[in-house]
Nanobody, 127 residues
Framework: QVQLVESGGELVQAGGSLRLSCAASGRTFGRYAMGWFRQAPGKERECVAA????????RYADSVKGRFTISRDHAENTVYLQMNSLKPEDTAVYSC????????????????????WGQGTQVTVSS
């Protein structure tokens, strides 16, 4: 089992940047595909970025391509989401998730495929 703790969410002006962190417990971090999801009030949860267990493959929602970057540090058991050129529509609770996978190249963007979730961190972008 893995526990996930997010940090880094805060209030920022439009055009600004934030870096979210997700620290994972356990010693088998590389066995998990990781994803960042967000949910705004009244909207469905969406996967904004996902990364394979090995870290060699990534995928992004069209709404954040070119602005967000997901990465992972296996030495620190941490996955990051660098968010640049933030827009008010990026306002949401951001959560990271981990999925046990059999191959280090697997990427998952469907929430129901993930096994573990963090508590979420609030990102608010003011106009």
């Amino acid at each position: 089992q893995v526990q996930l703790v997010e940090s880094g969410g805060e209030l920022v002006q439009a055009g600004g940047s934030l870096r979210l962190s997700c620290a994972a417990s356990g010693r088998t971090f590389g066995r998990y595909a990781m994803g960042w999801f967000r949910q705004a009030p009244g909207k469905e949860r969406e996967c904004v970025a996902a990364i394979s267990g090995g870290g060699g493959s990534t995928r992004y929602a069209d709404s954040v391509k070119g602005r967000f970057t997901i990465s992972r540090d296996h030495a620190e058991n941490t996955v990051y989401l660098q968010m640049n050129s933030l827009k008010p529509e990026d306002t949401a609770v951001y959560s990271c998730a981990a999925a046990v996978v059999v191959s280090s190249g697997v990427i998952l963007t469907t929430a129901t495929r993930y096994d573990y979730w963090g508590q979420g961190t609030q990102v608010t972008v003011s106009s």
